[in-house]
């Protein structure tokens, strides 16, 4: 007999109990809110302290733990922790209002992400994140992803190259 399959709730996310993963502290550059001109309610995922550039009124740190916190309504900026997207992605999706960027995937997570009616744009490739407070590129492509239309909005006064 087959077992019937559960229905997909936020059960589903695991309470965050790690620590922080060192690699994970890649920080978007500041080009990136200068073009979106747009205020987020909240960054959720940031570095202890807030993110340096991140335009929003808010942060959740890993001690606020952002994936079970209440993000309320308003539009989120989400760059999640790249060694574990797909609970960050799944909450992102069900909130449906804001701007995420996410690597580009073969995982499920991507495949559902792109399945949604989320406007997705690629990010340039040439874009430098900032860690250690250095300009770093990854290896990964990157994409924009948004719900809602302000951020829709947002996303086509991003430029087709990356600004230093
Ligand atoms: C890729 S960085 C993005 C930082 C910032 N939002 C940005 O765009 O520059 C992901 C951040 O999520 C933080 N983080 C990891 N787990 C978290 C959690 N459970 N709650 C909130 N933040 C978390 C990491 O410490 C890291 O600073």
Known sequence: MTKPKAPKTHTSIPATTEAPNPKDECYTPAWV?????????IDVCAPAGGSPHVTADQYFAFADDGLTADW??????MNPPYSKPRPWVEKFTEHRNGIALVPFSKGKWFEELWDTDAVMVCCPTNIKFIKDGKPHGIFMPTVFAAFGQECVDALYRLPGRARE
């Open 33 to 41: 809110f200068d073009d979106l001109q747009l205020q987020f309610s």
């Open 72 to 77: 309320g309504t308003g539009p989120v900026w």
